[in-house]
């Protein structure tokens, strides 16, 4: 599978972003979906997380709500809506699969990733 990422810009603090990764090479609804940042000068760091089905999410702790991933596996995408967006959410993205019902906040257990995509939020 090859994933990629999309939707990445410039947008003023409390503005919205949203990411699409999609999918080719094969069936993507087989796939649990993450999606992770990271910042220059920082780790990669777990944003948020869907299941296969799209029915199980997970979110880092630090989005308070902000954040939503959805799944459209008849074409094979994921989004990642970004709303009341802050300075401290600017990093590039990156969406990331696993052949596996279930996902993981983990970046070691994802086998597929795409190319990333910048997000800058300006104050």
């Known amino acids: 599978v090859q994933l990629q990422a999309s939707g990445g810009g410039l947008v003023q603090a409390g503005g919205s972003l949203r990411l699409s990764c999609a999918a080719s090479?094969?069936?993507?609804?087989?796939?649990?979906v993450a999606w992770f940042r990271q910042a220059p000068e920082k780790e990669r760091e777990f944003v948020g997380s869907l299941s296969w089905s799209g029915i199980s999410a997970d979110y880092a702790g630090f989005l308070k709500g902000r954040f939503t991933i959805s799944r459209d596996n008849a074409k094979n995408t994921v989004h990642l809506q970004m709303d009341s967006l802050k300075p401290e959410d600017t990093a590039v993205y990156y969406c990331a699969a696993r052949k596996s019902v279930y996902a993981s906040r983990y970046a070691r257990e994802y086998d597929y990733w795409g190319q990333g995509t910048q997000v800058t939020v300006s104050s």
């Open positions: 090479g094969g069936s993507f609804s087989a796939y649990a």
